[in-house]
């Protein structure tokens, strides 16, 4: 119901305040989250003898300032060696938000175990509060999380602040333990003694804010709860057991004699500051009644709110934000809108909040139910709404690796992960991007299942690394394409493109090796590589191998090839010349080492090996992949290697590199890199005969169903002879790969020892653009894919129809 509101002076015009209505913005905050920072968690026996260290220390951020006195503070903070002043460093100043972020860097030496790091926030000489850690807390391993800021009153600051420390020989931070966007928690059935323990603000009818945690269940759960599924105040609750209706789940909510799941949003606090309060907020505010903790923007028109979203799109006001402070003091419906009269002619600060995750990735799929692997989503645009189709981008983590793998930026995503998912949202598609946990499996697949596409970016064998098991989520792959959801690319085009045998099902393309061969038990090996090996150098591949292990270049010592195939047979005693495409190097074996090596690896049969590889190539025999592929090998293999880098049956760009000093080798360091535009006449002849296998390849490959992968990569190496012109040379595939290919401009972003930090942002913005090119090429490109391929075609999916092709 309507109510009646103060009346303001012409010379300051709220907007509509009938009604329980008003609206305000801000970045000012106080929530104030009650995690106590538990120290013995990070305590490690230290030896008292060592001698004494140096600590790199990273001072991230603070989370938040409960100063209650006035506007958000500018602020800094300082770190020493506690009773040693000469050791102090300081982050520069940040103003404006109680949410500061410095990402300040130091190095500390001559620091002993018996030492303690202290931190203090400051504005100007004043100390807003200091937080200490023990050097025997940190040692061995490092911290990072978060210190919790006390300024030594009962009721006075409250901030958290974010650093991480280890020490400098470490070439990385462990990662921080920190609060996700969204989490669940389970409460169990209470008996009629037992209370909640929390009060509720529930003015937008669509979450209960909780504004108030007293001792209860809740504050039990949280008691045991690790720090990212604390509830804390403000905390919006949108879920109870599946309902989310407010007016259905609240009743469980208070009366709970049943377990009950919560479903729960972190809020996204900030301050609008108006420098001089002199016409209309443009607003209209509503609320319950005048103790309401709060008021909701209801609507938004010119006036100081329009002009601040003009000015600060980053932190701009929307419909249904709720202000709970003005000039950094809390209160009441009614008290809040007299402190806005007063403001008339001053500077107005006004606290915001609001729901909800800063994520791009959090919709338009609710993936709330899956664990929040990343940090941030650093890059991403926002999703289109509506979107013409809801996709998604896997990746994985694997926890028992530096930095989660290989293949990752700093936040937790793969580092090329950004420009694909930009280039699908600027098509009109929805990406989202969301990690597999392998204990997480049901629940990952089912929310899968309301995406139309799933594109999957786990680099090989990440998955049974990280604990998972591979098959098993193959498997869930292969249900969702069962239902009509499509997947890029599915496990059987991955199967069939990258084994190294798809080089025998290509063989009679244009771009395929006609005596091309593949072995899949001991006696095929033994019968037809005798053979082969007789008349002409060789390369076996096996088909598990990553980067040239395995892949073995084979010459007889002796040269005695006979003239024509089938004219004879190798004998055990001939030594054969090896080289390892993986490394280069070079051993030398009999030929019945060499197939007893591949067939059992390391016995004593098979004499002594240098190689990293373990052999035993036929393992599983086909079911389980275990192959090994012949083909008489080209001399001008040398010469370097040629990759297309395709988005579907398009060519995005054709790269040469050349191995160091001419040499055999996988090992991309020290190689030579040219890159050409794909429409190059150097290599007119080779696209070409490539574009007419291309509308054979996938049924070639025996996945006539599937399209071509949105992004891979085919390479070739020189097969014919040297006199020929290089516009007339016949080149020939030597590898398919659509088993996450990477985005070779990206790779500024993914971290190594050398840049524990690396980042989007790490990318220059030459690289950028060229990767944003390839980005939305795909997006363009998933378009046609979606009208082809079987499963519900867009138009079903969404009910927007579909642009007119590019």
């Given amino acids: 119901s309507k109510t009646t509101v103060p009346t303001f002076e012409s010379t300051f015009v709220m907007g509509n305040v009938s009604g329980r209505r008003s609206c305000c913005t801000g970045v000012v905050s106080n929530y104030v989250p009650d995690v106590e920072f538990n120290d013995d968690k990070l305590k490690h026996v230290a030896d008292s003898e060592c001698r004494p260290l140096r600590l790199k ?35 520069h100043v940040v103003s404006g938000t109680f949410e500061p972020e410095w990402d300040y860097k130091a190095t500390i030496n001559d620091i002993s175990h018996s030492d303690e790091l202290h931190f203090a926030i400051r504005v100007g000489s004043r100390m807003l509060g200091e937080a200490t850690i023990s050097a025997a807390a940190i040692l061995p391993f490092g911290f990072s999380g978060e210190l919790r800021i006390d300024d030594g009153k009962r009721a006075g600051l409250k901030a958290y602040l974010t650093v991480g420390i280890a ?17 669940g928690i389970t409460l169990p059935p209470r008996g009629p003694s037992e209370v909640l323990g929390a009060e509720f603000d529930l003015m937008d009818r669509t979450f209960a804010r909780i504004t108030k945690l007293k001792d209860g269940c809740i504050n039990a759960h949280n008691s ?86 003009m000015k600060r799109p980053d932190l701009a006001v929307e419909l249904m934000d709720r202000i709970i402070a003005v000039n950094g ?47 941030n989503d650093l890059g991403l645009l926002p999703q289109p709404d509506p979107p013409l189709a809801r996709t998604a981008i896997v990746q994985v983590f694997v926890r028992s690796q530096e930095f989660g793998g290989h293949d990752k930026s700093a936040n937790g995503h793969r580092y090329d992960t950004i420009a694909i998912a930009n280039g699908f949202i600027a098509s009109g598609l929805s990406c989202q991007l969301i990690h597999y946990v392998h204990e997480q499996h049901d629940v990952f697949f089912e929310v899968c299942s309301s995406f139309d596409v799933v594109i999957v970016r786990c680099s090989p064998g990440q998955i049974d690394a990280d604990g998972g098991e591979q098959w098993r989520f193959d498997d869930g792959l292969r249900g969702l394409r069962r239902r009509g959801i499509q997947v890029w690319p599915t496990p059987d085009v991955i199967e069939k493109m990258c084994a190294k045998d798809s080089l025998v099902k290509i063989s009679h393309l244009n771009v395929g090796l006609e005596d091309t061969l593949a072995y899949y038990t001991a006696e095929a090996l033994s019968e037809g590589f005798r053979r082969t090996m007789a008349f002409q150098p060789r390369v076996l591949k096996q088909n598990r191998g990553v980067a040239g292990e395995g892949s073995w270049i084979t010459r007889l010592k002796s040269g005695n090839y006979c003239a024509n195939y089938g004219d004879r047979r190798c004998e055990d005693d001939e030594v054969l010349i090896l080289v390892e495409a993986c490394d280069g190097h070079e051993e030398r074996h009999t030929v019945a080492e060499f197939i007893e090596f591949c067939v ?143 985005i070779d401009e990206c790779v500024a972003a993914y971290c190594t020892p050398e840049t524990p930090e690396a980042c989007y942002s790490d990318i220059t913005a030459e690289n950028r653009a060229a990767a944003k090119r390839l980005g939305d090429l795909m997006g363009e490109m998933a378009l046609d894919l979606m009208e082809t391929v079987s499963g519900a075609p867009t138009e079903t999916v969404s009910g927007v129809p579909l642009p007119e092709k590019k």
């Fill in 167 to 183: 020490p400098s020989d470490q070439m990385h931070f462990p990662p921080p333990a920190a609060l996700t966007a969204e989490y």
């Fill in 329 to 375: 003091v809390e209160g009441t419906a009614s008290q809040l809108l007299n402190r806005v009269q007063t403001c008339s002619g001053r500077r107005l600060d006004l606290l915001m909040l609001r729901a909800g995750s800063d994520s791009p990735s959090a919709l338009p799929v609710d993936v709330s139910l899956l664990t929040k692997v990343s940090t």
């Fill in 600 to 742: 059992n690896g390391r016995t004593k049969t098979a004499g002594e090996w240098t190689s990293r590889s373990a052999g035993r190539y036929l393992d599983g025999n086909e079911a389980a992949r275990g192959q090994l592929v012949d083909q008489r090998f080209c001399p001008r293999s040398v010469e370097g290697e040629l990759r297309f880098s395709m988005i579907g049956d398009v060519c995005a760009s054709i790269t040469h590199r050349q191995a160091k000093d001419g040499k055999i080798g996988a090992d991309a360091s020290g190689s030579t890199y040219t890159f050409y535009s794909p429409n190059n006449p150097r290599f007119a002849k080779l696209w070409s005969e490539f574009q007419k296998d291309l509308t054979m390849l996938m049924h070639t490959l025996g996945v006539p169903e599937e399209p071509l992968p949105l992004w891979w990569t085919a390479d070739f190496i020189l097969a014919s002879p040297v006199d020929l012109p290089s516009s007339e040379a016949q080149w020939i595939a030597s590898e398919f790969n659509c088993a996450c290919p990477e």
């Fill in 57 to 91: 220390v990273l001072i991230i951020s603070a989370r938040v300032f409960d100063v209650r006195q006035g506007p958000a503070p500018e602020a800094y903070c300082t770190c020493e060696v506690k009773g040693r002043p000469l050791t102090q460093f300081e982050t």
């Fill in 224 to 309: 045991e709860a690790r720090t990212d599924h604390q509830v804390k105040v403000n905390d919006f609750i949108y879920a109870v057991n599946g309902s989310r209706m407010v007016n259905q789940f609240m009743p469980l909510l208070m009366y709970g004699g049943t377990e009950l799941i919560l479903l729960i949003k972190r809020p996204k606090i900030f301050s609008v500051i108006v420098p001089q309060l002199t016409s209309n907020l443009g607003i209209d505010l509503y609320f319950d009644s005048d103790k309401s903790p709060g008021v909701l923007i209801t609507s938004i028109g010119e006036g100081h709110i329009n002009d601040w979203n």
